[in-house]
């Protein structure tokens, strides 16, 4: 399996044979309150569990099924909140912007950039988000092939910037439906750079509740177990302490007592592969 390079997000190192990463959090964020709690809960696992750990939250989910979803505190307000998580409780911190003008703006909060699966074709985009010299988390579209990547690589490579990582989130399979093809972890980390499954994503169901994105949030720890036997350096979940109650992907995100139990089995099994 190929070893890919090491890219620091804050203190958290990711690929370079290192220990498995976690990228979690809220889809979007709710309220102030919401956020803080799951991210002093995250915290603290991750200090108890010793997990190198990412917390990740969008300010506004502007990729949504109908104009009348939930799209979040946006860019000021909800930027003020994640730099109080990344205070508080010494998290780096990770948000997906979704035009050349937010970049400068969440590139003084966050410590990585997630560039959207929709978005990955939009080169002014690409490019300002390598400009800002911040690592960049490139979400592999879900209409993208594996070895296609290379071209969005490309891209962030010209500004000078060669902090990137990958996340595969699943491709379309017909309508309302995506796949995860752990071929493509493989094939993606034969670009040198980390790669991270997106667990919670991958079990999506786009506009497959109507007027919303549906979803299987049940698989999404099957999913995980099988990407880390596969071969990545990192899993991103979403997840809340009630899903039910989550106002955007709440059929995808994993409950938040559950992840502790998951985290001890990724782990186990990134350590007999690794």
């Known amino acids: 399996m190929t070893k ?12 370079g044979g290192g220990p498995l990463v976690l990228m979690a959090g809220l889809c979007v964020i709710e309220s102030r309150a919401i956020c803080l709690d799951l991210a002093r809960r995250l915290a603290k696992l991750a200090e108890k569990e010793k997990i190198p750990l990412i917390f990740k939250a969008s ?9 009348d979803a939930f799209r979040g ?22 948000v997906d912007v979704h035009s050349e003008t937010e970049v400068p703006h969440a590139a003084k909060v966050a410590d990585v950039l997630q560039l959207p699966a929709f978005l990955c074709r939009q080169t002014d985009l690409v490019l300002a988000l390598g400009e800002s010299g911040r690592p960049v988390n490139i979400k592999k579209g879900q209409f993208l092939a594996p070895w296609d990547i290379v071209n969005v690589i ?4 010209s500004t000078g910037n060669r902090k990137i990582i990958l996340t595969e989130r699943g491709a379309s399979f017909g309508y309302n439906n995506l796949v995860a093809d752990m071929r493509s972890l493989l094939i993606m980390r034969e670009t040198g750079y980390p790669v991270v499954f997106d667990a919670t994503h991958s079990v999506q169901k786009p506009g497959g509740a109507g007027g919303r994105t549906g979803g299987d949030g049940q698989f999404a720890p099957a999913l995980a177990r099988a990407a880390v036997a596969t071969g990545c350096d990192g899993v ?22 559950g992840i502790a139990k998951l985290w001890k089995q990724l782990r186990g099994i990134h350590a007999v592969v690794s």
Do not use: W
């Open 4 to 15: 890919t390079k090491t890219v620091r997000v804050g203190q958290v190192g990711v690929g």
């Open 59 to 67: 300010y506004d989910k502007a990729n949504r099924t109908s104009g």
């Open 73 to 94: 505190p946006g860019m000021v307000k909800g930027l003020e909140i994640l730099r109080e998580v990344k205070d508080r409780f010494g998290l780096p911190i990770l």
């Open 154 to 157: 490309r891209k962030v490579e």
């Open 236 to 257: 991103f979940l979403e997840t809340h302490v009630h899903p039910e109650k989550a106002l955007s992907d709440r059929d995808n995100a994993i409950r938040f007592a």
